[in-house]
Every structure is written in C-alpha cells, then in structure tokens.
C-alpha cells in the first residue's frame, strides 16, 4: 500500500493525497469536505457514514477497492449492531484509508444537508446549521493545574475540534453540573461557531428550534430537529389579540385609547407563543429544555407588539417602525420557557408597513433569484407586495381593509366549518350552488345533505361577486343589472337596490360587492404603483401567499381584477410562504445573511404618499379593470363585453426590454 494513498470524495469532487492510516473523517477535515460528526470522532454519533466505491476511476486516475479501507473493527460492529449500520456504509471516523478509494458522503451525513420539507411547504432547502453540537471529553483539574470547569472546556473543544469559543453565563452552572454527572465527557452546543449555549453530560444528539408566524388573526408553530430539518411537530391558534381589535389598527388604537393596553397586547401575544411551544413539545415528546433556537415572523404591529414596541407610530404618517433591523434576541427577554441561553432570530422589516413576514415570503418564494417578473402577494386586511426578480426587487402595501376576511360582508364570517367557500352560478337558469368548510361535497350533490350554511367567508365573496359578473348580473362597475330581477327570482328588493339571494340566510348586496370593489383596487393599485416603478406592463409569475391567498382561485382573483393579467398557468397558491421563510430562517444562518441582504437592496414605495395611486384605484374598480387588457384571461374563460375607454394608453415596455 502507498505510503500517500489518494482519496476522492462525491459529490463534492475534493481530492488529495493523505498519509496511510488517515481516517476518512480526519481526511474529509483536512480536504474541507462536508462531513458531519459530533462525537469527534470516537464511533458513538453515526454522523459521518460514508459509503466506500470500488472500481476503475480514468478521470481521478486511480483504482478504488472498498479493502483500501480497514477492516471493520469492534466500535463499528458495536454501533452496527445497537443503532443499525448498512452493509455497504462505513463509520468515517473508525475507516482508516489504506490505499486509493473514492468515497461517497451521502446527502444525510452531510453538515449542510439538502432536505426536502412538506409540511410547512419548504423544499430543496439546503441546511446550514446555526446550532452544532460537540462532543468532548474535558480534563479534570489536578492541583498542580486547577483551571476553571470553562477553560478546560473550551481547552478541550480547541484541542480535540480547532474552537476558539467563549461561553454564554446560562451555560455554566450546566456545565458544572454536566462534568459532575458524566466523568468528563460532555456535549457542548455552539451556535455561530463562536459560543457554547449549552452542555449536556455525556453524549448527547438532539437540539431542537421553533419557527414561528405571528399573523394577526393566526399563530403558527413549528418544532424541527435543527440538525436533520425533521419536523416533529406543528401547532397553530387564532391570535388572543383578536378581543381588542378585529384588525391591526383597530388593536393600535386600542393602545391609543387605554394605556394598559399596549403591556396587554404584548403579554396576551407572548403568552400564546408560549403555549404553543408547549403543545408542540407535549406532541413530540421532548422537553422545553431541548430548544434552543427560535426564529420569528410577523407584520410590523405585530413585531412591535411581541417585542414591547409602541406602535403608535405605525398608525401615522410616516409610519416609522423602532427598528426594521433582523434581531438577536434572548428567549428570556420574551417571557419563553425554553433553554436559558436559547436566542430568538426576528427577520428584518422592509418598511413601516411592509414586515418580517414579507422578507420571510421573499426567502421562501426567492423571487430576487428568479428571471421571470414575479409578483409574490400577502393578500389579507394590509396587503403586502412585492415585485421584481433577480436584477432587483420593489415592495409596498396596500390597504385593502378586512373585507376580504368576510368583515364589513352582510353575511361575511372568518373561514371556519360552515362558511361557504365556493360558488357557481349557472349561466342559464342562474341558480346557484356552493360549498361549505369542512363539507367537500356541493350544495346540489346528495352528499351535501342538510348542511347549514353559517354564512360566507372571504374565498366565498370573492368567487360569488365573480360568478354574478361572468354571468351578468353585475355589470363592470359592480352594480346589479337593472334586467337582474327580471332573469331570476334569486334576485330580492333591498331598499333602493336589490341582493342577488344565495341561500335562505346569505345574500349577496350591492354593499358587499361595493366592499370587495374598494378592497381589490386599493390591491391592484398598489400593484400598478410597483409596475410604474420598474417600468413594465405585465408581470410573468404571481404567488398569492398568506393563509387567505392560498385559498383564493386564481381565475376568480383574475376576474375581479385583484391581480394583474398573466398566464393562468403561473399564477398560483404560495401557502403559507411567511412560515416557511421562518423555517428556513431557523434551519440556515447563511439564508439570514442572504435575505438581510435582499431586505437592504428592496426599493420601498409607499402607497400612501404616491400621486399616481388615486388614479390607479379609481380605474381598478371596474371588473376587471377600465382599461387594462387582460388577454391571458380571456383567452380562458368567457369575459362579458366591455365598452372600450376613450384615450390612448401609454404603453409601456416589458422589463426585459428596459434593461
């Protein structure tokens, strides 16, 4: 065997020379390979599996055979027998490299593993752990050498790892205890690369964190291992601010008004988190003590709100926020009964309105990544847009008011078992049917039996004032036809006007579609300020994002004119995109650095002081709009006649064409 053997390792392609009887993970070390371990090397993890190739490898110059690495020995045996180890993976820090191999690190022994997430909708991430564990075995102290518990730990993580670390106060007294309880041997947690967290005795394998999404009507939760990006747990609650105020404004004034208000707000937001994090380690099974990341998302009243902010001073112009800074804070700081030393991550605002729930989506959905003009949306009571791609981004908000969330509907409720969600209208005997939450058959098929409808919730609005215009008995400006009631009884006299009846209980009035009107121009509005800004007529990719967004039919959201025209094939539900963001947030320290790069470079445009937006508004309230074409939408779906506006428009070039 040669002295220098060669070692190659996939996928990464490192390659180089080692001394005879260099383990494969001391190798991997020494070629900056990406290869896991947290034992250091003593065959107790499993992290660092590798998988031996034989064969004739022309393009490295050499011939591999899997008896270029030593023989199985007992630790690996030992380990292959308790925890299970495939017959064709080796342990890399027990394999001693004999002679030229070429060795795969597959993707779960990797440090920075891609793995692919359903349940809170991330895919493809890439993880980048901001929490490492170290396994280490600290020298006791002797009276001729009677350092400190802390510098012989951090001795011992610099001889057996190349650490340099400092070590946070909440550690310490774990510490003592830890070496107390294992001889020596302990499991250091080092977050940034740059100070121990925490110190459990002996070996020690799970480190958990939470992402979590503060929207305003909803909280949601997530538990996930923060080495393998394994989720164990979800959890989700409406939001307890919901009793001082149905919308973010109205909780703002709140706080105007009463001045305990604002130390309500924020303990009442506090509190639920915490019971969330409760419910989701009770699911898991594991201790609050095993957390020790936590990443936050939110708009910016309900950042200020969590963080003990005053957010009077988001309510007026020029709707300053404290700070639009991402934050590093203490758990503790937040009233969290997690590890003492556990951090808090909060992603960066993009502006006074516009928050870390949008930059979250923005990390989710990479529209500055993208060739493709993409339009990523929040729709919800302030809608928050973003548009651009990778040469640059733009982001506003609109103030659409809550009537997409079925307030200031006649019959509107929030989206709960028995709100309709819906609707079809048949173009002939104009006679309707729907669907209700929880119910997934129609209101015509016999499974839907006798299933009361409780009223009619955002989606359902959207798609009814939809269906009444496709089939003509609204007109473009949103009034009833005045041949409506001459076509079918459904339509009812109600004061000076009429309400097109829906069920025995639910009717659709003129306020209602006067309501969505004004919600679905003040958004298009926003979105054509945002297109004047980048110069463009048409956008090439639209994701509604938001837990309202994502139920919304794109056609319906077309129809209306609250998006504008695009293929209907690249329009398209985000789910709950803020979340996600979150999650990728928690499982990536190189995605904070990356979208706290992106949030600095957004241009931000604010709604509320552009002269153009007045007039986008006003043109936005027809169905679908006065005067913009909406060519893909046509081509899909049957549009009633439109009188053509008088004027020519300034066209305007595509982004590719400006560029």
């Known amino acids: 065997m040669p002295d220098e053997p060669r070692v190659v390792f996939t996928p990464s392609g490192r390659r180089g020379p080692v001394v005879s009887g260099t383990t494969v993970l001391d190798a991997a070390r020494g070629l900056g390979v990406d290869l896991d371990s947290v034992c250091g090397g003593r065959g107790i993890c499993g992290r660092c599996q590798v998988v031996p190739v034989a064969g004739d490898f022309p393009k490295h110059g050499l011939v591999s055979a899997i008896d270029h690495l030593s023989a199985t020995g007992a630790t690996e045996e030992q380990y292959r027998s308790k925890k299970g180890l495939a017959t064709d993976r080796r342990l890399g820090c027990m394999a001693a490299i004999r002679g030229d191999v070429v060795v795969d690190v597959p993707p779960e022994s990797q440090v920075h593993r891609q793995v692919v997430r359903k349940r809170v909708e991330v895919e493809d991430l890439v993880i980048d752990p901001v929490i490492r564990l170290y396994y280490v075995t600290v020298t006791a102290p002797t009276l001729e050498r009677a350092a400190g518990d802390v510098q012989r730990l951090l001795a011992a993580l610099r001889d057996e790892w190349r650490l340099e670390l400092d070590v946070a106060a909440a550690a310490v007294a774990e510490l003592q205890s830890a070496l107390g309880a294992a001889g020596g041997a302990v499991t250091a ?68 008004l009463h001045p305990e208000g604002a130390d309500q707000l924020t303990s009442t937001v506090r509190g639920a988190i915490d019971e969330l994090i409760g419910e989701l380690v009770d699911e898991a099974g594991v201790d609050r003590g095993d957390i020790l990341e936590l990443t936050v998302v939110g708009n910016p009243v309900m950042h200020h709100f969590l963080l003990g902010y005053d957010t009077r001073p988001l309510g007026e112009a020029p709707f300053a926020p404290a700070t639009d800074a991402a934050l590093d804070l203490r758990a503790a700081e937040l009233d969290l009964a997690v590890h003492p030393a556990a951090r808090v991550y909060v992603l960066p605002l993009i502006a006074g309105h516009v928050g870390a729930d949008t930059a979250a989506a923005i990390l989710s959905e990479a529209p500055h990544h993208a060739d493709e003009v993409s339009l990523v949306v929040d729709v919800g009571t302030n809608a928050e847009i973003v548009l651009g791609d990778r040469r640059g981004l733009v982001a506003a908000s609109s103030p659409t008011g809550p009537a997409f969330e079925g307030a200031q509907i006649s019959s509107g409720q929030r989206a709960a078992p028995g709100a309709i969600e819906r609707v079809r209208i048949d173009r002939g005997t104009l006679e309707p049917r729907f669907r209700v939450i929880g119910v997934d058959a129609w209101s015509d098929e016999e499974a839907f039996g006798d299933t009361p409808a409780t009223g009619i919730c955002g989606s359902g609005i959207i798609e009814a004032v939809a269906e009444l215009f496709l089939c003509g008995l609204l007109d473009a400006d949103g009034k009833f036809a005045a041949d409506a009631p001459d076509r079918t009884d459904r339509m009812v006299a109600d004061g000076r006007t009429h309400s097109y009846r829906l069920t025995e209980s639910v009717l659709i009035t003129q306020n209602d579609v006067r309501a969505i009107q004004l919600a679905k121009a003040a958004l298009y509005a926003g979105v054509r300020l945002l297109m004047d800004h980048l110069d463009i007529d048409t956008v090439e990719q639209i994701r509604l994002a938001g837990a309202f967004g994502s139920h919304i039919d794109p056609t319906y959201a077309m129809v209306l004119g609250l998006v504008p025209d695009c293929d209907l094939s690249k ?40 002269p153009r937006f007045q007039e986008h508004f006003v043109e936005a309230m027809a169905f679908p709009h006065r005067s913009a074409e909406f060519p893909n939408l046509a081509a899909a779906i049957d549009l009633p006649a439109r009188q053509q506006p008088a004027g020519v428009r300034r066209r305007r070039r595509s982004r590719e064409a400006s560029s």
């Open 189 to 256: 947690a080092v977050r940034d690369g740059d100070e121990v967290v925490a110190v459990w005795p002996g070996y020690w394998e799970r480190a958990l964190g939470v992402a979590v999404d503060v929207g305003s009507t909803t909280i949601a939760a997530h538990l996930v291992d923060l080495a393998s990006g394994t989720a164990l747990a979800s959890a989700g609650r409406m939001n307890p601010q919901i009793r001082f105020g149905e919308d973010l404004m109205s909780r703002v004034s709140h706080v105007m």
């Open 571 to 610: 329009v398209s539900a985000a789910g709950n995109a803020a979340g996600a963001g979150a999650l990728i947030a928690l499982l990536s320290g190189d995605a904070r650095r990356d979208i706290e790069r992106v949030v600095r470079s957004i241009t931000k445009i604010e709604t509320a002081v552009e």
